[in-house]
């Protein structure tokens, strides 16, 4: 079994100068004979540089890492700030607009009892239908939409049911009639619309 040879490197230092006093035949011989093997400057120079480099290289790696993140982390803050912009200047009118609905009720009134009198004031009817008009286009402006509620079924998430009638014509769990209309803005519920639904016939009528 080849015997192991141990190699001590000796770094040059101001009182143990390498190579100081050792004529290079020595030096070789030295090392031929096992004794530790001393670096020279350029060798001691070369291997810090190496270690600077090293410390360098890992200390480059952290910094594109920790950028890597940051990059990741203010795409998703820019992502979310969009997101919830776009979601307040669709909704930060809501308020206002769900009370300017009491006055499109109004308005609605108004032109069906001026339409139910024996003599209608055309006049009237025109200036109610043309006002109707431009407040249902604002509506329309901020995404504000009517329900279709009549002869559609009943679906609690956009209808409220205040009486339940007899229909021969339409099934069960139909709207029968809307009492007041309602709204969606974006797709959301304004107010929901106010409905009357069917219900089943008896069973006294059903045997008849």
Do not use: C, W
Request: hydrophobic share 40%.
């Amino acid at each position: 079994m080849p015997e192991t040879k141990r190699i001590k490197i000796v770094t040059e230092t101001d009182d143990n100068p390498v190579g100081a006093g050792a004529a290079p035949a020595e030096a070789a011989a030295a090392d031929n004979s096992g004794e530790p093997y001393e670096l020279t400057a350029e060798e001691e120079r070369m291997r810090q540089m190496e270690n600077r480099l090293a410390a360098k290289e890992k200390e480059y790696d952290e910094t594109h890492d920790k950028l890597l993140r940051v990059s990741a982390e203010f795409e998703n803050y820019r992502k979310r700030t969009a997101r919830e912009m776009d979601d307040f200047r669709k909704y930060a009118v809501q308020s206002l607009l769900k009370e300017m609905l009491s006055a499109v009720d109004h308005i609605e009134l108004a032109i069906q009892a001026v339409a139910s009198n024996s003599a209608p004031d055309k006049n009237l009817t025109e200036g109610l239908s043309l006002t109707l008009k431009e407040l249902l286009r604002i509506f329309e402006k901020f995404n504000v939409m009517p329900i279709e509620a009549v002869g559609k079924p009943f679906n609690p998430e956009f209808h409220e049911a205040i009486l339940r009638e007899e229909s021969g014509e339409l099934p069960e769990n139909t709207v029968l009639r809307e009492m007041q209309r309602g709204y969606v803005i974006g797709g959301r519920l304004l107010r929901p619309a106010l409905v009357v639904v069917t219900a089943p016939r008896d069973a006294t009528r059903q045997s008849d």
